[in-house]
């Protein structure tokens, strides 16, 4: 258990609709970084905040928005969703903000688009 | 911006016996070198990583790297596989300034025969 917790499990839902998911990281991490995981692109980043600011950017589409709360938890947008977005959401978070910090990972939450 | 190259998508190997997984990086500014192990359904666990000094890195599970710069290489070895390895290794690089994602590869499915 890497204590960074994501909600839901599993998300099924139909084209065009829009979900929310939720990442709560490890206590006293500051940074939340979100990935996508598809059989086509592998894993990628998608966007990192760090203390509520947006701290950096990936290939992350304009139909997808996050944000940080003050309570440091996260949430992950996903509007007008298409089939291609069908895939393994992970939330990472970090102590702090830099490369030499360890990123745990959730367990992630498979988004199923019909 | 950087890459990394896992060569092998799958490797079977019987139990007992050692292993390499291969990695490749590319990069035009120094970075900081990872592997991470995908268990079946579970996130993603940081296996070790290298920052800086030695180039032979230790981590978890009886796993080892070796950073080799005029390479671009940090292959993972371990001399003595166990079917709990069976899992999905990904090897990651992030730069070790300013944007610090992480950037995958599209990691190695390691079998362990018995």
């Known amino acids: 258990d890497s204590g960074v917790t994501q909600t839901p499990k599993h998300l099924i839902t139909a084209t065009g609709q829009r979900v929310t998911l939720r990442c709560s990281p490890r206590s006293g991490d500051l940074s939340v970084y979100w990935y996508q995981q598809s059989l086509d692109q592998g894993l990628q980043f998608l966007i990192q905040y760090y203390n509520g600011e947006e701290r950096a950017k990936g290939n992350i589409l304009e139909r997808f928005s996050a944000q940080q709360f003050p309570d440091l938890h996260s949430e992950l947008n996903l509007s007008s969703l298409e089939l291609g977005d069908s895939a393994l959401y992970f939330c990472?978070?970090?102590?702090?903000?830099?490369?030499?910090?360890?990123?745990?990972f959730g367990p992630g939450t498979r988004l199923t688009v019909t | 911006a950087q890459s990394v190259t896992q060569l092998d998508s799958q490797v079977p190997v019987f139990e007992e016996a050692p292993v390499e997984l291969r990695c490749n990086y590319s990069s035009s500014v120094s970075v900081y070198l990872f592997w991470y192990v995908q268990y079946p359904n579970q996130g993603l666990q940081l296996l070790l990583k290298?920052?800086?000094?030695?180039?032979l890195v230790k981590g978890i599970n009886g796993f080892e790297a070796e950073f080799n710069k005029s390479q671009t290489s940090f292959h993972l070895r371990k001399p003595s596989v166990h079917i709990s390895d069976t899992a999905e290794y990904f090897c990651a690089v992030s730069p070790n300034f300013g944007n610090e994602k992480l950037t995958f590869g599209t990691g190695t499915r390691l079998t362990i025969i018995p």
């Open positions: 990472a978070s970090s102590v702090g903000t830099g490369g030499m910090y360890e990123q745990y």
């Open positions: 290298y920052l800086s000094g030695s180039t």
